[in-house]
């Protein structure tokens, strides 16, 4: 089983719906982040967390928002989605020691 | 402004020879440097680090070299196999305790 799961792994909806796509993570974690992923422009950080009190904007926080349900949990909203949030989002957690991150397998979002 | 700059968008070479792949960073306050490489439909996985104490760091075929003057570093693959063909993020962080900023990454290509 992945240490980092996403879901849902792929979905396409349309302009203006609410979409959350979840995370949780076994590995006991207290930092969790998610990523944006488009062609060309690497990942982008869009909010991140430190531990469950803790929420934190990133790079590109427009348009999203965050919730940390639990030590485990981290999911993001986009409230009216919109066509060029079209892109592949990663959930990841870091260890607290060397900060390496470990991602999720990413899910791919496509906004018509 | 970008703070990590991958300037080769893509690298191409020949199994069995030697790749460098470079990475560029303005922020002096970086001193935890890390390189993730990611595979279609995969998440990105951690694959070699090096802190600013140090100027090269090897595992196995990869070997990471830190250049604080020049702010560079880059990452030598010897020899180059076709399974290390991947996109490869240069990402890097202060003290560990800020989120990893990536670069745009390099498209590597092994030719058997």
């Known amino acids: 089983d992945a240490d980092v799961t996403q879901t849902p792994r792929n979905r396409i909806t349309k302009t203006g719906k609410r979409i959350m796509l979840e995370c949780s993570q076994t590995?006991?974690?207290?930092?969790m982040y998610w990523y944006r992923q488009d062609p060309g422009l690497g990942l982008r950080l869009i909010y991140y967390s430190f531990d469950v009190k803790d929420i934190n904007k990133g790079e590109i926080s427009d348009g999203y928002s965050v919730s940390r349900q639990a030590q485990a949990k981290f999911s993001l909203s986009l409230e009216s989605a919109i066509p060029n949030q079209t892109a592949l989002y990663f959930c990841?957690?870091?260890?607290?020691?060397?900060?390496?991150?470990?991602f999720g397998e990413g899910s791919r979002l496509t906004v018509l | 402004d970008q703070q990590v700059k991958q300037n080769s968008p893509s690298l191409s070479v020949q199994e069995g020879r030697i790749s460098i792949l470079n990475c560029d960073y303005t922020n002096s306050m970086f001193d935890y440097f890390l390189w993730y490489k990611k595979y279609p439909a995969e998440g990105p996985t951690f694959l070699i680090s090096i802190s600013s104490i140090k100027d090269k760091n090897e595992d196995g075929r990869f070997t990471v070299f830190l250049n604080k003057s020049a702010k560079h570093l880059s990452l030598h693959i010897v020899p180059s196999q076709p399974g290390d063909s991947a996109v490869y993020f240069c990402?890097?962080?202060?003290?560990?305790?800020?989120?990893?900023?990536f670069g745009k990454g390099t498209r590597f290509s092994v030719i058997a």
């Open positions: 990841a957690t870091t260890h607290p020691n060397t900060g390496e991150l470990f």
């Open positions: 990402a890097a962080s202060h003290s560990g305790n800020t989120p990893l900023v």
């Open positions: 590995k006991g974690h207290d930092r």
